[in-house]
């Protein structure tokens, strides 16, 4: 442990600590440099961290964050609401969206199921999903969960469960990544990538048509 | 840049990105990291955040950073106060500290003369240091600058100006690294290694005698 001579330091490279992938030293230089770094800027810094926690809050319709009740996205009538694209994380919901390629709504499961990591079907917005798409609206349910085993029976469960209600049930193509060479695709990737070949035209035409 | 659909959100993340070392999506992970953190340990991050701009300062005898008037160190009267080591930075005083070879005081510069950067004279504390020296009871003035033409330039305007004031000014060792490769150290740091080769005996059992 770095020995620090003031209690005060020593006290805020903990905390600074405690971020994910931050570490003491990283800790220590953010910390020093906080202190050189105008007064006013550090308020700024302790204001808007503090309002994540005040200020923000979960959408009631579909999970993400937001600053109202109901997210910008669920709230903009330009988007479809027949389409419903299920994610893990907010991340994802950023990650999307910064795609352009969908116009739909979303559902913030909040995880997938991986009973190792002691999440199960409750600690998930599952029931949430399955009443959203049980009002009978929902044209298509499109699965945009994790390519691992817990994404696949989250998929598998999800699927069960809506099957009935849902016109169309899709998930996200897997395939090579945009740029990659083949050589270094895992040889389950290369293989699905196979198995689920598309259409030349359609695959590079696709936006013109 | 990424679209987040929460100004809170936005406004977190471009403040957190402010902090060097820190990028849009390291701060986004941060962020979304608080939003799901226990609001009481949101508190006392931001809370210790702000006690470094209200509760430090600096030492008026060395200009390392404390909790007091004068630091731990400098109050410390065990500690020898006839050995100065000169330091660029606070950070330094922590590597020295945590090497436990050194038991004088400290004089933190904040920087070393750098007319490219704009650091002249009178940006460093060189004057307190001066004044310092001068009182006459400095018996050994250490200058443990970097190893650049910044800190040796640094080196010799001090020398030239505490030589007639202090008996004894010395500088760290320069050489070869402990664990380093031989054939891996430049020429200049290898020669100098050389010139400045230290009697076996010494070298070794220093500690011991």
């Known amino acids: 442990m770095l020995s620090l001579y003031s209690q005060n330091l020593e006290n805020a490279v903990n905390e600074i600590a405690k971020l994910p992938g931050v570490g003491k030293r990283t800790a220590l230089r953010l910390a020093l440099h906080l202190i050189k ?51 893990q994380d907010i991340r994802d919901v950023i990650a999307i969206e910064n795609t352009s390629q969908f116009n739909g709504l979303y559902h913030v499961l909040g995880g997938v199921i991986s009973p190792m990591e002691g999440v199960g079907i409750r600690q998930l917005r599952l029931q949430e999903l399955f009443d959203r798409v049980g009002k009978g609206d929902v044209k298509e349910l499109i699965l945009a969960l994790p390519a691992t085993v817990e994404g696949d029976t989250t998929n598998f469960f999800i699927y069960k469960n809506v099957k009935d209600k849902v016109p169309l049930v899709t998930t996200i193509a897997r395939g090579i990544g945009v740029g990659e060479e083949l050589e270094y695709a895992d040889e389950v990737t290369l293989g699905r990538s196979l198995v689920a070949r598309l259409d030349f035209d359609k695959a590079y035409n696709k936006n013109t048509k």
């Open 37 to 87: 770094t105008e007064p006013e800027d550090v308020q700024l810094l302790t204001d808007r961290i503090s309002k994540l926690k005040t200020d923000i809050c979960s959408c009631k319709v579909c999970y993400n964050i937001s600053d109202h009740e109901i997210c910008d996205i669920c709230a903009n009538p330009k988007r479809d609401a027949a389409v419903i694209c299920v994610v």
